[in-house]
């Protein structure tokens, strides 16, 4: 059914095409029980029994249309293989359709009109409904068996072989060439070229005559045939095999008479075929620009394909009338795909001025000119964290990070924002309760001192730098982050001033040490005397 009709059924709409491997449409109730044993295997997907279901209680608006609009609805497709479609929806609909001579002229009719140009008229072993499903039906791969589109290569072998050269190629290596003999009997392709991909020069067939022309036949069957043939010849041929051999001969002059025509039907059809997908080709291209729309993501929508090759199997070419139909749904998948692509972009971004970030982080903490938080951290300052998430730029951040002053002194500013609240925190902890000035630059600020130290509540680790220590100083708590976090537990991670404690038994030692040595811990030369004496002190304990 294409646009022509006025209002599609659902059940005409979700048909599944004509596309099937049966040649008869006898076969239409077989496929239907098939279709329904498949739906029952695939019970994780209940959406397909779910809509099959609802498909079977929807009433078609074709059923309840009277016979005389049904007519005029399938003769304005002008192609046996929608009116085909159609027959196969219901039972009802095919015994409308399929072998009632009421409704043979419908077949007749499209059958005259449809496109490239009438099609052959059927043999008489055919009805006009198998005419059709021999014709235009789909069905499997002779070779490697996968489902293919196209018609048969050979009508006259009942052929069918999928776009893949090496399946032409292997059939072809099955076959031998038979020749001129005028009566013959052997099965053999209709024309030598029915098996190539692309068959260039038509020559006129109404002018071939049956058996002048070299072409293919199965090797198989030529062997019987020879063998056959051999028989004949000899003294005691039965009657039997006389007669058998002639009614061949008949039989497959006709096949071969009638499988030429076709086949030259469709070697048109699959020019006019190309010819009509370029030109839509064109059309899209022009209409997307039209539009605004990008055409590579028009031509990826479904709706569009879907569309597009309903109407290319009918060879009609595409209009603006037929997007106007589809333009709700075509619009809405658009956006979906440039939002998914816009998403795409802004996340590998993002990725990229993650990294960037890093490492200007680890050129920050190398050159050891302030004291920094975990990398954790020092992604939430809020100038780090306004840059990370910068939607409206492809750039990345490296070299901004590295060449702007501006940058450089509001990542500065945000660090010392940041450890001034945490050192009052620690200080806090420190059992200070108030903020400690001094105006001795002489005189250590509490948390400077040898005696500020601490362990992290949450973990009780220190990094490897603080392995010998056991604890952390001040710019040791800054840096901090808890070790052996998964992934996951990292994005969750909270770091917080408050999660460290003093380390009560580090401050003891040290100010003992630093007592023997006669040095106060505010004293700001005990850093460099303790350095120098570290390995003086022995332990009187052990
Ligand atoms: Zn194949
Ligand atoms: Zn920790
Ligand atoms: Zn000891």
Redesign the pocket.
């Known amino acids: 059914m294409e646009m022509t009709s006025p209002a599609p059924s659902p059940a005409a709409e979700s048909t599944p095409h004509t596309s099937e491997t049966a040649d008869d449409i006898s076969q239409t109730e077989n496929r239907a029980r098939k279709r329904a044993r498949t739906d029952e295997q695939s019970v994780s997907s209940t959406s397909a029994t779910l809509s099959a279901s609802a498909i079977a209680v929807l009433p078609s608006s074709l059923i309840s249309l009277p016979l005389e609009l049904l007519a005029e609805v399938l003769l304005l497709t002008n192609s046996p293989r929608d009116v085909l479609a159609v027959a196969r929806c219901s039972k009802f609909l095919c015994n409308t359709l399929v072998s009632n001579p009421s409704t043979e002229f419908i077949w007749k009719r499209v059958r005259a009109t449809c496109l490239p140009r009438a099609l052959p008229d059927p043999t008489e072993n055919f009805t006009e409904a198998s005419y059709a499903a021999y014709v235009y039906d789909a069905g499997a791969c002779e070779v490697c068996e996968k489902h293919t589109d196209h018609m048969y290569a050979s009508f006259a072998l009942r052929v069918r072989l999928c776009r893949n050269d090496s399946c032409r190629n292997r059939y072809k290596s099955l076959m031998v060439e038979v020749g001129h003999q005028g009566d013959t009997w052997v099965r053999r392709a209709e024309d030598p070229r029915c098996f190539d991909t692309i068959a260039v020069n038509l020559s006129p067939y109404s002018d071939v005559q049956f058996g002048t022309v070299m072409t293919w036949a199965l090797r198989a069957d030529r062997d019987k045939y020879e063998k056959e043939a051999a028989a004949l010849g000899a003294e005691s041929v039965s009657e039997e095999l006389k007669q058998s051999v002639f009614r061949r001969v008949k039989i497959q002059k006709k096949i071969q008479t009638h499988a030429r025509l076709i086949l030259q039907w469709r070697l048109e059809y699959e020019k006019t075929h190309a010819a009509v997908k370029v030109r839509n080709d064109r059309f899209i291209l022009a209409f997307s620009e039209r539009e605004g729309w990008k055409s590579k993501d028009v031509t990826s929508c479904q709706s569009y394909i879907r569309l597009r090759r309903q109407k290319e199997r009918v060879l009609e070419k595409l209009t603006v009338y037929d997007i106007e139909s589809i333009r709700l749904e075509l619009e809405a998948e658009l956006l979906r795909i440039s939002e998914a692509r816009e998403r795409r972009e802004y996340e590998s971004n993002y990725r990229i001025r993650r990294e960037d970030i890093t490492h200007h982080y680890e050129r920050l903490k190398s050159a050891r000119g302030q004291v920094l938080p975990s990398l954790c951290e020092f992604r939430r300052l809020p100038v780090i964290k306004a840059m990370q998430e910068k939607t409206n730029t492809k750039e990345s951040l490296a070299n901004d990070l590295k060449t702007s002053g501006l940058i450089a002194e509001l990542i500065k500013n945000d660090v010392s924002k940041w450890t001034d609240s945490v050192r009052s925190t620690l200080l806090r902890s420190l059992g200070y309760q108030q903020e400690w000035r001094s105006a001795s630059t002489k005189r250590l600020h509490p948390l400077d001192r040898l005696t500020a130290r601490f362990c992290c509540r949450r973990c009780n680790k220190v990094e490897r730098r603080y392995k010998t220590d056991g604890c952390l100083d001040s710019a040791g708590v800054c840096g901090h982050q808890c070790p052996g976090l998964s992934k996951a537990e990292l994005r969750q991670y909270q770091w917080s001033a408050n999660q460290f404690v003093k380390d009560d038994k580090a401050f003891a030692v040290v100010s003992e040490v630093l007592k023997q040595m006669q040095v106060k811990d505010d004293d700001a030369t005990s850093l460099t005397i303790s350095k120098k004496s570290g390995r003086n002190i022995r ?4």
């Open positions: 332990c009187l304990s052990c």
